[in-house]
């Protein structure tokens, strides 16, 4: 009964129609009225709406800015998560005396520390790009820490044999095998910084998708905040699948 | 049990099977009567665990037919019980011991209130008795097997399906639980399909023993075991009956090997 | 728990922050020493408001859980027995998965206005997702060896599915509630900061908008501690509910 995640041809023409199947009945929903249209735009009055912000340029904008935004935090959480991720997992000793203190940093949800931040910088661009990098740092250095935790303890003792130098155990040895787990991590990180970003976004006022969304609400313009989830959504698809395919071709020699 | 006429339970006719591309068996055909064991033995790939899913009726063949009791296997029935090798897969993790018995009354129809006599009964025939409440995590390896064994039991099947049940055990256990089920076949008159690769194991069970060359699975020889029963660890290794089988089917296990 | 070790590292953080902040005097508005959160906490449970607020983020926790989570098994379990189904919907699950919960905050704020309803269906539907996903998981991943003992015992689809199929999978159903709690609590407090003025998200916000750093700062250990404790209490459940079975599922949550 396993199903693998490479589906053949048939079933790729299944799902699609599935895929129609599903906005048909949207638009059934949406012209029978059952539902207000304040709430529940049409397909074609999303779909319009979503054209008109791509191609008039606001949303270009607004993607750029959410999307910009959530890749420079990201960047920086994994460089320094990496960094830092790896110092801590080749020592034993480290890791167990942080182990309390990064279960707590992992359980705290990263949005949590946002009033944190405003105190301490304030509503600025600063401020957005600090939550992002730490709130996304964790799944990536918690993976690096994992990563290395893990090596084969005959990887350690080869090593030790050939009298490797720190440095080079953790470029020649711990890297490469912790990497499936560090981007398996890096993608989780991503996940967090585009939320963290749309957060930072309604909070700041920052342009980007997520002030966009928030205004379109507001002014209760649903097509417009429909284009802009569904904008958003293609966001984290896109990202996601990115770095999936990423992870699949590393993580080839496992297994 | 020893060449007596019984009639035929189980019969291949002319049975090939291709899976994945690839042909596992071919031509085979052989019948086992009632009340037999028989033992198939042959290399890794050979096909044999296959045979026992064409029985069972987990696998289909892709020519050919098998039958059991006169009728062709379809699909699989409450009369065919099969034991599988990796028992610890096979067993219920979350129900104890006699939990797991139950199952197969529970799948037979079986009155709850019949059922813990019965389970008792057999839990006690594959000495389990007083390990009724233990779950199968707490429980050796040989216990485990012994446990399928009993739930196989349980489903009241005259044909018993065997995949290298003690291959996994260590040789102690293993000689215990080959006489526990020496004993139990005699004692039920259930028809016994077995197989191992351990050539030894195959004549010291055995009525008759089916060798398969491997790639794809054919029949090399099927020999009949002369050897007296009830069989013995000690004895029946030292028979001249069996020294000469073994010294004769050496040669053919080499080159089934190779 | 590891041993003891791993408390040193926040108890030495503590002692140097309260240390610090009365060798430098600083007495601000953005930040406060140890003993000023615990003062904090205090006041919060002194005047109601940090169980009210607490009862009510478990509130919305609680609910949106239950919803996401009927939601993920169903259509998970519905998706593991039936292929066909599986194959109809999977694209149309894959485009509505990556959808920010975040993103659907203003739409739902349009929609219910302020209050419980409005964070519980973010949550509901935050959870939902991870917990199809597991669910069809861990129905499709049942050990292939089961699933021929129950043909060969002649079980039905509902035999099947109620002796072996779920009681196999439970485990996996079993972390999979324990992950989508720990995401309902992130998604709801992230809410109460965004837009829902309820709850410890709110709370927080609150005391850093009147400058009230110390009290601030006990709603953030509040958050963090009760993340972690859920999250434990939940995988205690999980071991001596599946201790007997010899094998332990203790993924953690990312």
Not at chain 1, 35 to 43: E, G, M, N, Q, W
Not at chain 2, 115 to 129: E, P, Q, T
Not at chain 2, 177 to 195: H, I, K, P, R, Y
Request: one cysteine or more; hydrophobic letters at 50%; proline letters at 5%.
């Amino acid at each position: 009964m396993k199903r693998g995640f490479n589906v053949p041809g048939l079933a790729l023409l299944q799902g699609l129609v599935g895929l129609a199947l599903f906005v048909w009945l949207w638009h059934l929903i949406a012209a029978s009225g059952a539902v207000p249209r304040a709430f529940l735009p049409s397909p074609e009055a999303t779909w319009n709406a979503f054209v008109r912000g791509v191609t008039t340029g606001d949303m270009r904008e607004q993607l750029l800015g959410t999307v910009l935004r959530m890749i420079n935090g990201w960047l920086l959480a994994s460089l320094v998560g990496i960094a830092l991720g790896s110092a801590i997992g080749i020592s034993e000793t480290l890791r167990n005396y942080l182990r309390p203190t990064l279960a707590f940093a992992r359980a705290l949800p990263a949005s949590a520390v946002v009033p944190v931040a405003i105190a301490l910088v304030g509503l600025t661009p600063g401020m957005v790009l600090g939550v992002i990098v730490f709130g996304s740092i964790w799944p990536t250095l918690l993976a690096t820490v994992q990563g290395f935790a893990m090596v084969d303890p005959r990887l350690v003792e080869v090593s030790r044999a050939l009298h490797l130098s720190r440095f080079d155990f953790i470029w020649k040895i711990g890297l490469p095998n912790a990497v499936p787990d560090i981007i398996t991590g890096m993608r989780l990180s991503l996940t967090v910084a585009l939320i963290l970003a749309i957060v930072g976004e309604m909070l700041a006022g920052q342009e980007g998708l997520g002030k966009a969304i928030l205004l379109a609400a507001r002014m209760f313009r649903a097509p417009d905040l429909y284009a802009g989830i569904v904008l958003l959504g293609l966001v984290g698809l896109v990202s996601s699948y990115g770095l999936l395919l990423v992870e699949r071709r590393v993580a080839r020699w496992r297994r | 049990m020893n060449g007596n006429a019984g009639s035929v339970v189980i019969e291949f006719r002319d049975v090939g099977l291709y899976l994945g591309g690839k042909e596992i068996t071919q031509n085979i055909a052989f019948n086992v009567r009632k009340g037999e064991f028989v033992c198939v033995i042959g290399a890794s790939g050979c096909g044999k665990t296959t045979l026992l899913r064409l029985v069972s009726g987990l696998y289909q063949p892709t020519t050919g037919s098998v039958h059991v009791d006169g009728k062709k296997v379809e699909g699989p029935s409450r009369d065919v019980a099969i034991v599988f090798q990796d028992y610890s897969r096979a067993l219920l993790p979350w129900r104890t011991a006699a939990g797991n018995v139950s199952l197969a009354l529970e799948a037979i129809g079986m009155p709850r209130a019949e059922r813990a006599d019965r389970i008792h009964a057999l839990l006690g025939k594959v000495g389990l008795a007083q390990h009724a409440q233990k779950f199968p995590s707490q429980l050796s390896g040989g216990m485990q097997q012994r446990l399928q064994i009993a739930r196989s039991l349980a489903q009241g099947a005259s044909i018993l399906l065997m995949d290298e049940p003690f291959g996994a055990l260590d040789a102690m256990t293993r000689q215990s639980l080959q006489d526990e089920v020496l004993e139990l076949a005699a004692d039920s008159g259930v028809t016994v399909l077995f197989v191992t690769h351990d050539l030894e194991e195959a004549l010291y069970l055995g009525d008759r023993v089916v060798a398969l060359y491997s790639n794809p699975g054919r029949i090399a020889r099927i020999v009949d075991i002369p050897l007296p029963r009830p069989r013995n660890q000690l004895s029946t290794r030292e028979e001249p009956d069996f020294l000469h089988l073994r010294r004769e089917l050496f040669g053919l296990m080499e080159e089934i090997h190779a | 728990m590891s041993g003891w070790r791993g408390f040193i590292v926040p108890a030495v953080l503590l002692l140097l922050a309260e240390a610090g902040f009365r060798v430098f005097g600083y007495v601000g508005d953005t930040l406060a020493p140890p003993s000023a959160i615990l003062r904090g906490f205090v006041e919060a449970i002194g005047d109601g408001s940090m169980v009210t607020s607490t009862l009510q983020t478990f509130a919305t926790v609680l609910g949106g859980t239950v919803i996401g989570a009927a939601f993920g098994l169903v259509v998970g379990c519905a998706l593991g027995f039936w292929g066909l189904l599986y194959r109809f919907t999977y694209i149309t699950i894959e485009c509505l998965r990556p959808i920010p919960s975040v993103a659907l905050l203003p739409l739902s704020l349009m929609i219910f206005g302020f209050g419980y309803k409005m964070e519980i269906a973010i949550v509901g539907f935050a959870t939902a997702w991870p917990f199809l996903i597991l669910t069809y998981s861990a129905i499709s991943q049942v050990e292939p060896r089961l699933l021929e003992v129950a043909k060969v015992f002649g079980f039905g689809p509902v035999g099947t599915a109620w002796k072996l199929v779920l009681p196999a999978a439970a485990p996996r159903l079993m972390t999979a509630l324990r992950l989508c709690v720990g995401i309902a609590l992130v998604v709801a407090v992230t809410s109460e900061i965004v837009s829902n003025p309820q709850g410890l998200g709110h709370e927080l916000m609150i005391a850093q908008e009147t400058l009230r750093p110390h009290r601030m700062l006990a709603y953030l250990v509040l958050v963090g501690v009760i993340g972690w404790g859920l999250n434990n209490l939940l995988l205690w459940l999980q071991v001596r509910m599946f201790r007997h079975r010899g094998e332990i599922d203790t993924e953690v949550a990312a």
